[in-house]
Nanobody, 124 residues
Framework: QVQLVESGGGLVQAGGSLRLSCAAS????????MGWFRQAPGKGRLCVAA????????YYADSVKGRFTISRDNAKSTVYLQMNSLEPEDTAVYYC?????????????????WGQGTQVTVSS
């Protein structure tokens, strides 16, 4: 089992940047594929980025491609989401998730463990 804690959310103006972190504890972090999801008010929880267990494979939703970068530091048991050129449409609660397979995929149901979420608000 793994516990996940997100940090780094906040209020930023459009065009600004934030870096989200997700610290894992418990079972060996490198055993998990990781994903970042977001949920805006009244909408479903969608994957914005995912990274394989090794870090060698990544996925980005079309809406964030070229602006967001997912990375992981297995030595620090942390996954990051660097978010640049933020837009008001990026406003949401952001969650990190872990799946005990080499590649977690992009569907919510594929991930076993979740953090509590961190709010990101982008003002226009």
């Amino acid at each position: 089992q793994v516990q996940l804690v997100e940090s780094g959310g906040g209020l930023v103006q459009a065009g600004g940047s934030l870096r989200l972190s997700c610290a894992a504890s418990g079972r060996t972090f490198s055993s998990y594929a990781m994903g970042w999801f977001r949920q805006a008010p009244g909408k479903g929880r969608l994957c914005v980025a995912a990274i394989s267990r090794s870090g060698g494979r990544t996925y980005y939703a079309d809406s964030v491609k070229g602006r967001f970068t997912i990375s992981r530091d297995n030595a620090k048991s942390t996954v990051y989401l660097q978010m640049n050129s933020l837009e008001p449409e990026d406003t949401a609660v952001y969650y990190c998730a872990a799946d005990s397979s080499a590649w977690g995929g992009t569907e919510r149901d594929e991930y076993e463990y979740w953090g509590q979420g961190t709010q990101v608000t982008v003002s226009s």
